[in-house]
């Protein structure tokens, strides 16, 4: 979520081509609610339109605890303070704008990875 709509569409576009299923939100007002089942990730801006990236990083967690958000921010000294606040509260990692793709999908891919890791373990077990 960005409340940049070209910033959304283009990184939209870009994961898109590379076979990720992505849904774009540049409003933040009831986030939690535009949250489809089982998100491999949320992708939030630090700095929306009238709300914090903080307080929409709180109501996600609040819904999905085990929901990966990665923070997305070219405010890096501004919101620093936001930004550890965050990473305290669960958020997955920050990524300062602008980065690079290749940095985004390699986390992307963790995150994956990590994800198929838990459902492998949870069908393990139930097995036993």
Do not use: W
């Not at 949320?42 to 339109?49: P, R």
């Not at 501004?78 to 290749?102: D, H, N, R, V, W």
């Not at 992307?108 to 890791?117: F, G, H, P, Y």
Request: charged share 25%; hydrophobic share 40%; proline share 5%.
């Amino acid at each position: 979520m960005d409340d940049d709509p070209g910033f959304c569409k283009t990184l939209g576009d870009i994961l898109r081509a590379r076979g990720f299923v992505v849904d774009e939100v540049v409003h933040p007002s009831g986030i939690v609610e535009k949250i489809k089942p089982c998100p491999l990730v949320v992708l939030l801006d630090m700095k929306l339109n009238g709300l914090s990236g903080l307080d929409v990083l709180k109501e996600i967690k609040g819904k999905y605890p085990r929901l990966p958000v990665i923070l997305v921010t070219g405010y890096r000294e501004e919101m620093s303070q936001a930004i550890e606040a965050a990473l305290k509260i669960g958020a997955y990692t920050c990524l300062y704008k602008p980065f690079q793709i290749e940095e985004l999908l390699q986390l992307l891919t963790e995150i994956s990875r990590q994800k198929l890791a838990r459902i492998l373990v949870q069908t393990i077990s139930k097995r036993k």
